[in-house]
């Protein structure tokens, strides 16, 4: 149980594009979903936290019009990032949290995003 | 605020030896500690947590980590090093109050290379 699934794993794009990923819940309710940026030989940065049905909640320096998060179900989140440049390539976490013996984060494999 | 030490950018250990990875904490209140591993290019995974209870935890893989609340430490231990365990750790902290929103924060992570 308490798996959670990251689409897709890895993408490339084009400065100036918009990158949708999607973070779901496969076998649990996810109230609240976390998104986490990592970059190479660092720790995990929390950019934002989302419940269900409502506005995410960003981090101090994260940019919420740059970074869209959706969170429109009980087992889906997308993290959207608009006009990619170069330096938001990263390796993109997200986390799922539920109720009872899910009421825990976990995370999902991750998403690689390098912006040409 | 919550915050997480770890010392140790990197370990090294031959195959065989004990393994261990530091991590000291402080937060408010009552810590929940937690230790994942992430290995090259993928989300973290679970090893152990401690909430309450027995200070020694023991985890996935044969990992286990002790609570000390007077040193404010949470250390990661294996007895035995395999190859397989070469890879990235992190350790992370979050207070018991629900007012900190349950926000997991990571410490800065433990490279370990067992050679064989």
């Known amino acids: 149980g308490a798996v959670v699934s990251q689409h897709p794993s890895r993408v490339i794009c084009k400065s100036g594009t918009s990158v949708k990923i999607e973070c779901r819940s496969l076998?649990?309710?996810?109230?609240?979903m976390f998104w986490y940026r990592q970059f190479p030989k660092q720790s995990l940065m929390l950019m934002a936290t989302?419940?269900?049905?409502?506005?995410?909640?960003?981090e101090q320096g994260v940019e919420k019009d740059k970074f869209l998060i959706n969170h429109a179900s009980l087992t889906l989140s997308t993290l959207t990032v608009t006009s990619a440049h170069p330096e938001d390539s990263s390796f993109y976490i997200c986390?799922?949290?539920?109720?009872?013996?899910?009421?825990?984060?976990?995370f999902g494999p991750g998403t690689r995003l390098t912006v040409l | 605020a919550q915050s997480v030490a770890q010392p140790e950018d990197q370990v090294n250990v031959a195959e065989g030896n004990p393994l261990t990875v530091k991590c000291t904490y402080s937060?408010?209140?009552?810590?929940?500690l937690f230790w994942y591993v992430q290995y090259p290019n993928r989300g973290l995974q679970f090893l152990l947590k401690?909430?309450?209870?027995?200070?020694l935890v023991k985890g996935s893989y044969g990992f286990e980590a002790e609570f000390n609340k007077s040193q404010t430490s949470f250390h990661l231990k294996k007895p035995s090093a395999l190859v397989s365990d070469s890879a990235l750790y992190f350790c992370?902290?979050?207070?018991?109050?629900?007012?900190?929103?349950?926000?997991?924060?990571f410490g800065g992570g433990t490279r370990v290379l067992v050679k064989p």
């Open positions: 401690y909430i309450t209870g027995d200070n």
């Open positions: 986390s799922a949290r539920g109720q009872g013996p899910y009421n825990e984060q976990f």
């Open positions: 937060v408010s209140g009552n810590p929940y």
């Open positions: 989302s419940n269900e049905g409502s506005k995410a909640t960003y």
């Open positions: 992370a902290v979050r207070g018991a109050i629900k007012a900190a929103g349950n926000k997991l924060t």
């Open positions: 076998d649990f309710q996810a109230t609240t």
